[in-house]
């Protein structure tokens, strides 16, 4: 089902969709540093706008379903109903293909941001995107990556190798950290390298982390090679089985998220200002969470390993002081 044309004249002005996007991050704020705090504002508002951009893509390829809004944000910023509503047809027309469906919601996403670089983008994210890309020359790949990671999820729920998870990383957290720095000024191949290296350790963290509620959602990230290798199966793993084998496994995936880490960590002191602060803050926190889960000997699947708003909060005031200070941290 094709998606619409995006040449109709948008109704938002660059104000209203600006306001859109702040929503949009801050009705999922837990997703924002504390750092973010300190980013002037005239900046803010293009991290919102790429923030917006991200969260959208990612809740039609993982919340849309036909027949519903899909989407957990409020319904002032629900960015899937404003796509939904543009398909030609209706979602009937689907057959309660949820899979075909948001193919299709994405299609029609990359033809918004195709209007970025050469139309008129309607929708509220876009119209606020299009701003920031002519502000920082953002450049069409690592927003067409984030995409194509969606789709990937509309039909990859095992990886074979740890060499496929790593694919699928480059598409699916690699392009957040270009395109943070690019809103910072920073376009080397060698500071990018390293921000590679720091969102792919928090992509892996967080699949360790979510072990059991991925599998919930039918899906299996850690490589069918290593669980083979490690002598753990699905079927233990259905049954949230904890095995010498499963914690031997963990543990090397574990070790794998921090080296990439430790490749990653000379990032932050090369940076001034906020963007210094919220890459030391993103590298603390995914370290973290890898400690827990080493101090839970590596079960994961009878409780979720996370950090306290305590816990939280004291990673922040000793990374600012360290910041602050100019002083910096070393890794595990």
Same mark, same amino acid.
């Given at each position: 089902?094709?998606?619409?044309?995006?040449?109709?004249?948008?109704?938002?002005?660059?104000?209203?969709?600006?306001? $859109?996007?702040? &929503?949009?991050?801050?009705?999922?704020?837990?997703?924002?540093?504390?750092?973010?705090?300190?980013?002037?504002?005239?900046?803010?508002?293009?991290?919102?706008?790429?923030?917006?951009?991200?969260?959208?893509?990612?809740?039609?390829?993982?919340? *849309?379903?036909?027949?519903? &809004?899909?989407?957990?944000?409020?319904?002032?910023? /629900?960015?899937?109903?404003?796509?939904?509503?543009?398909?030609?047809?209706?979602?009937?027309?689907?057959?309660?293909? /949820?899979?075909? $469906?948001?193919? *299709? !919601?994405?299609?029609?996403?990359?033809?918004?941001?195709?209007?970025?670089?050469?139309?008129?983008?309607?929708?509220?994210?876009?119209?606020?995107?299009?701003?920031?890309?002519?502000? @920082?020359?953002?450049?069409?790949?690592?927003?067409? +990556?984030?995409?194509?990671?969606?789709?990937?999820?509309?039909?990859?729920? &095992?990886?074979?190798?740890?060499?496929? !998870?790593?694919?699928?990383?480059?598409?699916? %957290?690699?392009?957040?950290?270009?395109?943070?720095?690019?809103? @910072?000024?920073?376009?080397?191949?060698?500071?990018?390298?390293?921000?590679? %290296?720091?969102?792919?350790? =928090?992509q892996l963290t967080n699949f360790w982390q979510d072990v059991a509620r991925?599998?919930?959602k039918g899906r299996i990230y850690l490589p069918l090679e290593d669980m083979?290798?490690?002598? $753990?199966?699905?079927?233990?793993? *259905?049954?949230?089985?904890?095995?010498?084998?499963?914690?031997?496994?963990?543990?090397?995936?574990?070790?794998? %998220?921090?080296?990439?880490?430790?490749?990653?960590?000379?990032?932050?002191?090369?940076?001034?200002? *906020?963007?210094?602060?919220?890459?030391?803050?993103?590298?603390?926190?995914?370290?973290?969470? =890898?400690?827990?889960?080493? +101090?839970?000997? $590596?079960?994961?699947?009878?409780?979720?390993?996370?950090?306290?708003?305590?816990? +939280?909060?004291?990673?922040?005031?000793?990374?600012?002081?360290?910041?602050?200070?100019?002083?910096? @941290?070393?890794?595990?």
């Amino acid at each position: 089902m094709a998606a619409q044309s995006t040449t109709t004249p948008s109704t938002w002005t660059i104000e209203a969709a600006r306001r $859109y996007c702040e &929503r949009l991050a801050r009705s999922h704020y837990e997703n924002f540093t504390v750092g973010s705090w300190l980013v002037p504002r005239d900046k803010l508002r293009h991290i919102y706008a790429v923030y917006a951009f991200c969260r959208t893509v990612d809740d039609l390829g993982d919340e *849309a379903t036909v027949g519903s &809004r899909g989407s957990e944000a409020p319904p002032e910023v /629900d960015t899937i109903s404003l796509l939904a509503a543009r398909l030609e047809g209706s979602t009937g027309g689907f057959g309660g293909d /949820d899979r075909a $469906y948001r193919l *299709a !919601l994405l299609d029609l996403w990359q033809a918004e941001l195709e209007a970025c670089y050469s139309g008129t983008p309607t929708h509220p994210v876009m119209v606020a995107l299009r701003e920031s890309i002519g502000a @920082f020359d953002l450049p069409r790949e690592p927003f067409l +990556k984030l995409i194509e990671a969606n789709r990937m999820d509309q039909w990859n729920q &095992r990886y074979p190798t740890y060499g496929d !998870l790593l694919h699928y990383c480059e598409h699916s %957290a690699n392009p957040v950290g270009r395109l943070f720095l690019y809103l @910072f000024g920073y376009r080397d191949e060698g500071r990018q390298e390293m921000a590679d %290296a720091t969102c792919t350790a =928090l992509q892996l963290t967080n699949f360790w982390q979510d072990v059991a509620r991925d599998y919930r959602k039918g899906r299996i990230y850690l490589p069918l090679e290593d669980m083979e290798r490690f002598g $753990y199966s699905e079927e233990e793993l *259905a049954r949230g089985v904890v095995t010498p084998e499963f914690r031997k496994l963990l543990a090397f995936e574990v070790e794998r %998220a921090m080296d990439l880490f430790r490749r990653g960590a000379p990032l932050a002191p090369t940076l001034e200002g *906020a963007a210094r602060l919220d890459v030391a803050l993103f590298t603390r926190g995914g370290v973290t969470v =890898l400690e827990a889960i080493r +101090k839970q000997r $590596y079960d994961v699947l009878t409780v979720r390993p996370s950090l306290s708003r305590a816990r +939280k909060a004291g990673l922040f005031l000793s990374t600012w002081l360290t910041w602050k200070l100019g002083l910096g @941290f070393r890794l595990p």
